[in-house]
């Protein structure tokens, strides 16, 4: 073994080393940023559930929040003819509630509200 392979060695070996602290790293500071959006998200819902229980989502499971988010769930109709109170699938509040429902995933909905699953009520 030369000197000059010793040295080729010794500079690949601490590439490795100081790639992996790098990415190790990167991962760490990764890794916290989600732990903190996540508090950011419960945060958010909890402020939003003390003035609006119609937006409190403390209580759903995130399966049931990404139902909501893929259908295209909003809390207000972009189409005015066509909103939650008008759509068959929808649950009217209770008479000591504020919020309905829908058959299609769980949690508070508006009657305002709309998703791509809109259904005409048939009379
Ligand atoms: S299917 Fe969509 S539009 Fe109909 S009640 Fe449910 S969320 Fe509202």
Redesign the pocket.
């Known amino acids: 073994m030369t000197n000059k392979d010793y040295s080729r060695r010794k500079f690949i070996n601490r590439c490795i080393s100081s790639g992996g602290l790098f990415f190790g790293g990167l991962l760490l500071l990764n890794c916290g940023e989600k732990n903190k959006s996540s508090k950011i998200r419960n945060d958010n819902t909890k402020q939003n559930s003390s003035k609006d229980p119609c937006n409190d989502l403390t209580k759903i499971s995130d399966g049931e929040i990404k139902k909501?988010q893929g259908?295209?769930?909003v809390k207000q109709?972009a189409v005015p003819e066509?909103?939650?109170?008008n759509?068959?699938?929808?649950?009217p509040a209770k008479a000591d509630e504020k919020c309905?429902?829908?058959?299609?995933?769980k949690g508070p909905?508006?009657a305002e509200?709309?998703?791509?699953?809109?259904?005409a009520i048939s009379s």
């Open positions: 909501r259908l295209g769930y109709s066509n909103s939650c109170s759509c068959a699938l929808f649950i309905g429902g829908c058959i299609l995933f909905v508006y509200g709309h998703c791509v699953q809109w259904a």
